[in-house]
């Protein structure tokens, strides 16, 4: 009997420490909490993150990450706007992008920003990230947040719920 408790105990231990490799350095799954994504993502869509791939391949501009904000725990989902060495500014509610007005398909005009924010180059390790739903978003252009270094991994797919599926 207590070979057979410590054999469950050691396949218990084994399949928690693989679960947590796999959620550390491969992928992750997140909610969507909140609009600040929309029209793209929705409250309550589920999200393949993928942690491993977004590691080797970096981040390019229009990805859909998942980040955490200076000095708090919670996750958040961005698209990243600017990479590390971009000049950003937003002005007359227009982002500009090394100068240029940057053209977002992914915007609807109901979610256009309405803001002003002052030119800004990012340092190496700096990624300028803004919701989709400028309008209401807490992102990169608030005070509180600024440029972010620390993304998690990109989002892959809506794998929930089944009328949202879809690449990203």
């Known amino acids: 009997m207590g070979r057979e408790i410590l054999s469950w105990a050691g396949t218990l231990a084994a399949a928690l420490v693989i679960a947590l490799v796999i959620r550390s350095f491969l992928f992750t799954l997140i909610a969507v909490k909140g ?3 929309q029209e ?3 409250n309550g869509d589920r999200l393949y993150v993928s942690i ?3 590691r080797i391949s970096g981040y390019e501009r229009g990805d859909v990450v998942i980040c955490r904000y200076p000095g708090r725990s919670d996750y958040c989902v ?3 706007i600017g990479l590390p060495g971009d000049v950003i500014a937003a002005r007359n509610s227009v982002i500009y992008l ?3 007005p940057l053209k977002e398909d992914y915007v609807s005009p109901l979610h256009a920003a309405h ?3 002052p030119e800004t180059t990012l340092g190496e390790d700096e990624y300028f990230l803004l919701g989709d739903n400028r309008f209401i978003s807490h992102d990169s252009h608030s005070a509180d947040v600024g440029p972010v270094t620390d993304i998690v991994g990109k989002a892959r797919a809506i794998i ?3 009328a949202h599926i879809s690449a990203l």
């Open 115 to 117: 803001y002003d924010y």
């Open 35 to 37: 609009k600040s994504m």
């Open 52 to 54: 491993l791939t977004a």
């Open 98 to 100: 090394n100068g240029e």
């Open 160 to 162: 929930w719920p089944p």
């Open 78 to 80: 961005k698209r990243v």
């Open 40 to 42: 793209t993502l929705q």
